[in-house]
């Protein structure tokens, strides 16, 4: 079986029904009890589970276990006080308490996921595994990338210390219908560009591009990723930090015009404006995605045009709405 933290959070969800659909027992488990319908569709057993709390973790089967998927965080977008410890707690701790179990209970595979903006700030592009972390030590992101890259660095010390086959997938931004469609800043919630540009190409307005248009930004569906968990959790090779991303980053009047192109009728076209003079976001980024590939063969297979159909079926669908 695959025991997997996080299960009700935007990819717990996506994973799970991967899962399942590939024939894998999963056992999910989470702090919310408001997806236990989903669960119960799928015939997936569901834990109530707090990584911060480790004697949770003596509610978890320890027999028979393939792989452990610890995808439980807090993320900034979530949290609107990015100075308490909830970070720590949860994030860190939440990892070494994951780890521990395993390592009581002879699990032998551990899977974490990690942030993108552990390696935000390298300029040389694309970002590689051998070039290391880099990242801020200001804003809001601060505390939760270094509550992540502690979490890691216990994967690794577990893998070393104990062998356990740590797994630590740096996931860039994902897109799917489900997910929280925002951030907070400074106590603001600000809607995210993707969905802002799906619901006005919906209602067949006109779309925006700002700027110069020349940044190039990583980003990733979330059925490619996790496709991508579940090959390196069925992997024996797989081990240490992958990379997982598009491979290529899209500029701005990419992702428009494929807006555009899709949801554009014959009778009703939807208009592209250009707006040089308004402020265009300047740091690109994307990943080497090629480790990946070359150790358990993954690599994604949705377009940015097959992205933006099937988030409309989905959300026409329902199946995967945040609660």
């Given at each position: 079986m695959i025991i997997i933290t996080g299960a009700t959070g935007f990819v717990g969800r996506y994973l799970v029904d991967h899962l399942v659909r590939a024939g894998e027992k999963v056992i999910a488990a989470g702090r919310t009890r408001k997806y236990d319908s989903f669960f119960r569709e799928l015939g997936v057993p569901f834990v109530h589970l707090?990584?911060?709390?480790?004697?949770?973790?003596?509610?978890?089967?320890?027999?028979?276990?393939?792989?452990?998927?610890?995808?439980?965080?807090?993320?900034?977008a979530a949290c609107q006080d990015s100075a308490s410890d909830i970070f720590l707690r949860v994030n860190t701790l939440g990892a070494l308490?994951?780890?521990?179990?395993?390592?009581?209970?002879?699990?032998?595979?551990?899977?974490?996921?990690?942030?993108?903006?552990?390696?935000?700030?390298?300029?040389?592009?694309?970002?590689?595994?051998?070039?290391?972390?880099?990242?801020?030590?200001?804003?809001?992101h601060a505390a939760y990338v270094i509550s992540k890259v502690a979490a890691a660095?216990?994967?690794?010390?577990?893998?070393?210390?104990f062998g356990i086959q740590g797994i630590i997938l740096r996931l860039t931004g994902l897109l799917g219908y489900?997910?929280?469609?925002?951030?907070?800043?400074?106590?603001?919630?600000?809607?995210?560009?993707?969905?802002?540009?799906?619901?006005?190409?919906?209602?067949?307005?006109?779309?925006?591009?700002?700027?110069?248009?020349?940044?190039?930004?990583?980003s990733l569906y979330v059925k490619d990723a996790v496709r991508a968990i579940h090959m390196a959790a069925s992997s024996d090779r797989a081990r240490g930090l992958y990379l997982i991303g598009s491979g290529v980053g899209r500029t701005s009047e990419e992702e428009v015009k494929t807006f555009a192109e899709v949801f554009s009728s014959k009778d009703h076209p939807i208009r592209v404006v250009y707006r040089p003079e308004l402020p265009e976001k300047?740091?690109?980024?994307?990943?080497?995605?090629?480790?990946?590939?070359?150790?358990?063969?993954?690599?994604?297979?949705?377009?940015?045009?097959?992205?933006?159909?099937?988030?409309?079926?989905?959300?026409?669908?329902?199946?995967?709405k945040s609660l």
């Open positions: 707090d990584v911060a709390r480790q004697e949770d973790f003596r509610s978890l089967p320890t027999e028979n276990v393939k792989a452990f998927i610890h995808l439980a965080a807090i993320i900034p308490y994951a780890l521990e179990h395993c390592r009581r209970n002879n699990i032998g595979k551990f899977i974490f996921t990690t942030t993108l903006y552990e390696g935000i700030e390298h300029t040389e592009l694309p970002i590689t595994e051998a070039m290391g972390r880099k990242y801020a030590m200001t804003g809001d660095e216990y994967v690794e010390h577990y893998a070393q210390e489900g997910r929280l469609e925002g951030f907070w800043t400074d106590g603001v919630f600000n809607p995210s560009a993707f969905e802002v540009f799906y619901k006005l190409a919906k209602a067949g307005q006109a779309l925006e591009i700002w700027g110069e248009h020349e940044t190039r930004r990583d300047k740091k690109s980024y994307y990943f080497d995605i090629g480790h990946a590939k070359r150790d358990f063969g993954w690599e994604p297979v949705y377009s940015y045009r097959d992205i933006l159909v099937d988030y409309d079926k989905e959300v026409q669908s329902g199946r995967f």
